[in-house]
């Protein structure tokens, strides 16, 4: 069983960084790919990116492709989500995810864990 726990949401402007992270409970983690979802309301969750387990390889939605970048820290448990250049339509609340496969993926039924959100919201 793997418990995850985000952090780092909140309030910010248009243009500023936030970078968000997720701690992850349980001995696997370092065998697990990871992922970053996040919904808006009255909106079906989404790829946000995804990282494989080892940290070498990641992929990106086109929405974030250049602003977002996910890295990892297997020592500390924790997958980090570093969002730079925001905007508005950023405003979601942001999931992490695990799978128990090892590579990165984008599908969210493919993961089998997911920490309960955290806001984040960009003012124009």
């Known amino acids: 069983q793997v418990q995850l726990v985000e952090s780092g949401g909140g309030l910010v402007q248009t243009g500023d960084s936030l970078r968000l992270s997720c701690a992850a409970s349980?001995?696997?983690?370092?065998?697990?790919?990871m992922g970053w979802f996040r919904q808006a309301p009255g909106k079906e969750r989404e790829f946000v990116g995804s990282?494989?387990?080892?940290?070498?390889?990641?992929i990106y939605a086109d929405a974030v492709k250049g602003r977002f970048t996910i890295s990892r820290d297997n020592a500390k448990n924790t997958v980090y989500l570093q969002m730079n250049s925001l905007k508005p339509e950023d405003t979601a609340v942001y999931y992490c995810?695990?799978?128990?496969?090892?590579?990165?993926?984008?599908?969210?039924?493919?993961?089998?864990?997911w920490g309960q959100g955290t806001q984040v919201t960009v003012s124009s």
């Open positions: 990282i494989s387990q080892s940290g070498g390889n990641t």
């Open positions: 995810a695990a799978t128990r496969r090892g590579l990165a993926r984008r599908n969210r039924y493919e993961y089998d864990y």
């Open positions: 349980g001995r696997t983690f370092s065998s697990n790919a």
